[in-house]
């Protein structure tokens, strides 16, 4: 909760600096968030992304929805932001000469898939075209650098936002590190990744912005990017291959050690 956050009092405890807007495939303003629980629209298959499929936003979140593909379970939810390239107002498909998919792990048999879609879009409320926003356009080039902090999804638990900073930089491509967490949730992306937000965005979405963990690591020598093998450095400011990955863990988390003026949550 931003409560227990704030980036000012961070950035100046880290020393560290935020990473522009501009480095960021996202609008400078969030878009505005006016679909309803319930609704439908279609959307690509993450798990299949050559289908579209019928979804239902099952949840809202600052400028993302919770959406299930119509058919599957409940295992497989995904997020997107209202301005994602992903989705799109019913009958958009249809319109392009395309035709609607069953989402992978279609629950039923194939066969009845026309029925299925036929009772599903039946009476349902369907999310109007004005609520789909323009999907801002790509950075020129890639303009984050090693340091730089921003809020990032973690990819692993996609509902959740946390603060992170820029671990490595290779080209268009971007080593997201989570503050205060082991290795274990960075990954790379691409410099125009819609998972990665300027500092602030939780903030002007009322999206809620994870703490950082509270985790430190002993750096080990011959670390890359670190100039001082042997101190105590907070996990985020490691070079990727020096980290040890720690094991997902749910409803309960790792034991660690706490650095000096790190409150937990
Ligand atoms: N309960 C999980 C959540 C981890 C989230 C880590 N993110 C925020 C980087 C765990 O402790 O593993």
């Not at 019913?90 to 029925?115: R, V």
Request: include cysteine; aromatic fraction near 8%; charge should be positive.
């Amino acid at each position: 909760q931003t409560e227990h956050f704030n980036w000012d009092s961070y950035l100046r405890e880290t020393e560290s600096l935020a990473a522009p807007s501009q480095c960021f495939r996202q609008s400078k303003i969030p878009p505005t968030n006016e679909f309803k629980i319930g609704m439908k629209l279609e959307a690509r298959d993450p798990r299949n992304v050559t289908s579209v499929c019928i979804a239902t936003v099952i949840g809202i979140t600052g400028a993302r929805l919770r959406l299930r593909l119509d058919g599957s379970d409940n295992k497989n939810d995904f997020w997107r932001l209202v301005d994602s390239s992903d989705i799109q107002p019913i009958g958009t498909c249809e319109k392009k000469g395309g035709m609607l998919q069953p989402p992978l792990g279609f629950q039923m048999n194939a066969s009845s898939w026309p029925m299925f879609l036929l009772r599903t879009l039946n009476g349902a409320e369907m999310a109007p075209a004005t609520f789909f926003k323009k999907e801002p356009p790509k950075p020129a080039p890639n303009l984050l650098k090693i340091g730089m902090k921003l809020e990032a999804i973690d990819k692993k638990n996609p509902y959740l936002i946390c603060p992170a900073t820029v671990g490595d930089v290779k080209g268009d491509e971007v080593f997201i590190t989570f503050d205060g967490w082991r290795g274990a949730f960075d990954y790379w992306c691409k410099y125009d990744s819609r998972d990665i937000f300027p500092v602030g965005w939780c903030g002007l979405t009322g999206d809620a912005l994870q703490p950082p963990g509270n985790n430190v690591s002993i750096t080990k020598s011959s670390a890359k990017t670190q100039s001082s093998p042997s101190k105590v450095t907070r996990r985020s400011m490691q070079s990727p291959q020096k980290t040890v990955p720690i094991p997902a863990q749910r409803g309960k988390k790792p034991g660690r050690a706490k650095p000096p003026g790190q409150t937990s949550v």
